[in-house]
């Protein structure tokens, strides 16, 4: 091994393997492993074109997938304490702050929006899985508190898709405390007698679950997505047993009655509009007259300023 | 039979000796071993002093965890008077890692709930080692909605490593439970006062002590996940529990900076084991004062202060 290998070599490789393969181009599906185009698996809301499968998606993606004419406007959370534990375990937890937002160009585990889906005035948060797991920390039970607020002063439904692994743990009992926290907000939706749904997606675990997740007005989950208070590879080690198929997902909540419905993401609209409509007493939307979300996600996407969201 | 924690080895050996002595001296009437003996004493009551006087976060996880602390079931046959245990969800079963019920604190009837661990292996495994499933929440909904609807304020003892994770518990709805359990507390008319007793354990401690007030024992600890979890996942070694301790913060003392704990309850020198009544006292009193603070505030003042108290939390971070 020489200074030429270790080093020459490699930088080499990539200048040429970056020019074969053109990045993002195409997605494996993570189930069928079908090769898909990146441009029409965006097009498709991240579901495999051959099988179905529900892949991640970014709030940002989402919204642009929901809301009319991929408009939306962001609303401010309150920003908490950086690191009030000064937590370390292997690595600083501001340093693995820092390489979330420079990997996902967030800010946050949790985006809080408002504006129409079918001409129907909403409030709705995403939490971003691809941000620390989605974990729920102070920002996550500001965002949420945040879009309780604003559902209540302009008496709007809140629609919440979750997305989480859990709390996070490098903000120790603060993180736990979100649970409460959280809970309020609900407590506030309920009070104002504003309809809360909650939208489940793959994963959504752990003090997630167990709070805001499930106190929704409606429960609605997503094909297949995991759905649980313990993982499955927790009660493995519990109870020394195989778990039966299916169990946890969405199918299996649904079958035994923690859940109204499963909606594939490509109806999600529809049926949010749906069910928000008649809980908030409008007329049912008139088909054929609905605006549709961005013309072109794949764009809207490209087209959104980077520096919005730093 | 004091049983001995691995810290507390060194303190072990001193006592023993004493014990030993004292037995030689019984033994054979012409030894006279009492000036060694108390010698002896003298050096275990300085060690304890010492080991105690400044306990690790790992150690006050052992402390918090001990076998022989006093369990929730210890505090209500002691503290409560006409106890008159309730039972079951109505739904599926009754969970026998909770217990609760009626009964008087001084002349006030209440309604109390708590987590039990269980002493014994037999009573361990009744208990499920004080891991509640959802029949467990929904019994202590029941019971905070009995409480509520005939005014009579909820005291919850906290004693659990956390809800269980098994099968069945998933099925029916683990974190449904544990959910309208908090939110339940969040929407009580009636004063709830919580103790950490021993261990916190994350959510399931949560449905339980999301209270207008939140006391914890000395040793006590409250944490978002246990040490030994904290360390497999972010350490990827279970061994690095001390390190995982030391950066979760779940110690009495460093909630109590954070603002989650309200009130730090003196244990006895050695912890709440070595002098159970002591310590159950000194609950009672913590209780009584906490309930007697709140007198006299009515049902929506008791919900404006649960909420604010939630609501603020979270704004003071731990000095560096």
Redesign the interface.
């Known amino acids: 091994m020489n200074w030429i290998s270790n080093y020459v070599r490699p930088r080499i490789n990539s200048i040429f393997s970056r020019r074969e393969v053109p990045e993002n181009l195409w997605t494996k599906c993570d189930d069928c492993g079908t090769m898909l185009f990146h441009r029409e698996l965006t097009e498709n809301l991240n579901v495999c074109t051959n099988c179905q499968h529900h892949m991640p998606i970014t709030p940002r993606a989402r919204f642009e997938g929901l809301f009319d004419g991929g408009i939306f406007v962001e609303v401010d959370v309150p920003e ?2 950086a ?8 690595k600083k937890y501001v340093d693995r702050i820092k390489d979330a937002r420079r990997n996902t160009a967030e800010k946050e585990a949790m985006l809080v929006v408002e504006g129409e889906i079918g001409r129907t005035p909403v409030v709705a948060a995403g939490q971003d899985f691809s941000f620390m797991a989605g974990s729920m920390g ?1 920002y996550v ?1 500001n965002a949420i ?1 945040a879009a309780a607020e604003r559902a209540v002063e302009l008496r709007r439904p809140l629609i919440l898709f979750s997305a989480a692994g859990g ?1 996070r ?9 979100q ?3 959280t ?2 907000a ?2 506030m939706l309920k009070e104002a007698n504003l309809p809360y749904i909650v939208v489940l997606t793959h994963p959504t675990t ?2 997630v ?7 929704g007005d409606v429960q609605i989950a997503e094909p297949g997505a995991l ?4 993982g499955p590879r ?2 493995e080690q ?2 020394r ?1 195989k ?1 039966p198929e299916g ?2 997902r969405a199918e299996y909540l649904l079958d ?3 859940l109204d419905r499963v909606t594939p993401r490509g109806e999600m609209r529809d049926e949010l509009i749906t069910i928000v409509r008649m809980l908030m007493k409008l007329d049912p939307a008139v088909s054929g007259d609905l605006p549709s979300p961005a013309d072109d996600v794949a764009e809207a996407a490209e087209d959104a300023p980077d520096d919005a969201n730093v | 039979m004091t049983n001995y924690l691995e810290f507390e080895k060194p303190l072990a050996e001193i006592e023993g000796k004493a014990e030993e002595l004292r037995a030689m001296a019984r033994a054979n009437e012409e030894m006279d071993v009492e000036k060694e003996a108390a010698a002896l004493d003298k050096k275990a009551a300085d060690m304890l002093a010492s080991l105690y006087g400044d306990l690790t976060p790992w150690r006050k996880c052992q402390v918090a965890r001990h076998p022989q602390r006093p369990h929730c079931r210890d505090y209500i046959n002691a503290l409560f008077t006409e106890y008159t245990p309730l039972a079951g969800d109505r739904n599926f079963a009754d969970d026998h890692a909770v217990m609760g019920g009626l009964g008087r604190l001084g002349d006030r009837p209440v309604v109390v709930i708590g987590h039990e661990k269980g002493n014994d292996t037999k009573s361990r495994i009744e208990r499920n080692f004080g891991m509640a499933r959802p029949e467990g929440y929904r019994k202590a909904i029941r019971l905070m909605d009995l409480a509520d609807r005939f005014g009579l304020p909820v005291i919850t003892l906290v004693d659990t490593p956390g809800a269980y994770p098994g099968k069945g518990a998933e099925e029916r709805g683990q974190s449904e439970a544990i959910a309208s359990s908090t939110a339940k507390c969040l929407q009580l008319g009636v004063p709830l006062v919580s103790v950490i007793i021993g261990e916190g354990g994350s959510g399931g401690a949560v449905a339980f002590a999301t209270a207008n007030k939140v006391a914890m024992l000395e040793h006590s600890i409250y944490s978002v996940i246990s040490p030994e979890g904290c360390a497999s996942i972010l350490w990827k070694d279970a061994e690095k529990m001390r390190e995982a301790a030391e950066a979760l913060r779940l110690t009495a003392q460093d909630l109590f900076e954070l603002g989650v704990c309200d009130q730090i309850i003196r244990e006895p020198l050695g912890g709440a084991h070595r002098a159970a009544e002591d310590t159950i006292a000194s609950v009672g009193t913590a209780l009584q004062t906490m309930l007697a603070d709140m007198d006299g505030m009515d049902a929506n003042a008791l919900r404006a202060d649960r909420r604010s108290k939630y609501l603020e939390l979270g704004s003071r971070g731990l000095a560096a």
């Open positions: 908490p304490l690191d009030p534990l000064q937590f370390r375990d292997q102070m039970g508190i709390a743990m490098q903000e120790g009992i603060l993180s736990l405390m649970m409460p926290r809970t309020v609900v407590e752990g003090g679950t167990a709070s805001y997740a499930m106190l759905i649980c208070f313990a927790v009660i519990t109870i047993e778990l169990f946890q035994h009655g923690m």
